[in-house]
């Protein structure tokens, strides 16, 4: 079955950096949109970022344009989420998902495949 599992969450100040990493099995990964999403506690899930196909399209939230940078290999079934500058905003668990598609979209609903999440923690 389709599985995605996050890594890379911690806990770190303000200011410095993190890797996320999202490895996919059980589909064919090159025909997944794949996006990053996350929900702080008490607050509505919120789209992060997304990558198309081929990795040539990204889009972002404006919250963490300019800071945050989507990328993925096809050839090892993995998305990346490097988040640099971080605030203590950006605080929450972060969820992989994937949607089979060739459109980036920033709904949660038009994904299918989500990962358990992980969290991130960034203290002032």
């Known amino acids: 079955q389709v599985q995605l599992v996050e890594s890379g969450g911690g806990l770190v100040q303000a200011g410095g950096s993190l890797r996320l990493s999202c490895a996919a099995s059980g589909l064919t990964y090159g025909r997944y949109i794949m996006g990053w999403f996350r929900q702080a506690p008490g607050k509505e899930r919120e789209f992060v970022a997304g990558?198309?196909?081929?990795?040539?399209?990204?889009v972002y939230a404006d919250s963490v344009k300019g800071r945050f940078t989507i990328s993925r290999d096809n050839a090892k079934n993995t998305v990346y989420l490097q988040m640099n500058s971080l605030k203590p905003e950006d605080t929450a668990v972060y969820y992989c998902?994937?949607?089979?598609?060739?459109?980036?979209?920033?709904?949660?609903?038009?994904?299918?495949?989500w990962g358990q999440g992980t969290q991130v923690t960034v203290s002032s």
């Open positions: 990558i198309t196909r081929s990795g040539s399209t990204t």
């Open positions: 998902a994937g949607r089979q598609d060739w459109r980036v979209t920033s709904y949660g609903e038009d994904y299918n495949a």
